[in-house]
């Protein structure tokens, strides 16, 4: 049986031109290349409950005056339906005054997508209860 020290593997690979050292146990088989998609997996656990992405769309869908032909994923960015700064700004209002919540300016900046919108919302109702 290998201790903790022996379980560790040390992988190194460039992304963006940076150098990144991530280590994996070996028991798991982890390989560089296969990170991204383990992330991505690991992330679904912490992401907001669907009734939130649900409810932040048909917010997204009123404030930008969308068809219901309109297909919102969690992934879709503001920017792809055409809303401008003052667009997402009204979008972040809509969603304070639906969940009685306030969001600072600092957090409304990052949001782009319907996703972020929704982990956020859920992150400050947490807080607030």
């Known amino acids: 049986m ?19 050292k ?9 390989s560089p290349p296969n990170l991204w998609r383990l992330i991505e997996c690991l992330s679904v656990h912490l992401q907001a409950k669907a009734e939130t992405v649900e409810k932040v769309s048909e917010i997204v869908r009123k404030q930008l005056a969308l068809s219901p032909e309109t297909q919102l994923t969690p992934q879709t960015k503001f920017s792809e339906l055409g809303a401008d700064s003052l667009d997402t700004v009204e979008i972040v209002m809509g969603l304070e005054e639906e969940y009685d919540i306030n969001v600072e300016e600092e957090n409304s900046e990052n949001i782009t997508t319907i ?12 807080k607030k209860t």
């Open 2 to 20: 290998l201790d903790d020290a022996e379980k560790e593997q040390e992988y190194r690979f460039g992304v963006y031109g940076l150098e990144k």
């Open 22 to 30: 991530w280590k994996f146990p070996l028991y798991q088989n982890v």
């Open 115 to 126: 996703q972020e919108a929704a982990d956020l919302i859920d992150k400050l109702v947490e």
